[in-house]
């Protein structure tokens, strides 16, 4: 059974602050916010307020391509049009996610240095980097499924399946 490890409404609204003034103050200026469904949907909102940016989501949590694939190139388009953008999930864990968006990206003929990442929390051995973050673990010594606030309305047995997925996470 996984330790299950709440990261409360009061951190997540500290993080969001953090991120926020992370990003203003590197002086990259992006124009939009991209919130990866599901876990980046709730920060990318609360991110959106707390910076005035405007923000679009895709959803990598489902295999519909309208929702993922075919929006990849409309944001690619955007980076080549020169528009900044950055994309925002929970967490870099494994960095499976975040690969897939930059492949795509690439794919679909992005301008990567129109492209950053942000997360709450960020996995230092993960295989991906990112270019914001709240919080850094190192999987290879914290084995905690963290539960989001969101997360924390799903059934236990939900939470159980999900930090299941990828066992070498938490085992």
Known sequence: ?????????????????????????????????????????????????????PMVSIDFSTPIPEFNTALIAALAQRTRDGERLVFIEDINDSGRTIAAIRAQMAAAGAVVANSRFAVLIDNAVSIERIDYRFRTIDRTRDKDWFVFPWEAMAPDQALIDDAGAVPERIA
């Open 1 to 53: 059974m996984p330790t299950f490890t709440p990261f409360p409404h009061d951190e997540f609204v500290a993080a969001v602050r953090a991120l926020a003034a992370d990003i203003a103050s590197d002086g990259w200026a992006p124009q939009l916010l991209v919130g990866v469904g599901r876990g980046g949907l709730a920060p990318a909102v609360f991110l959106s307020h707390a910076t005035g940016l």
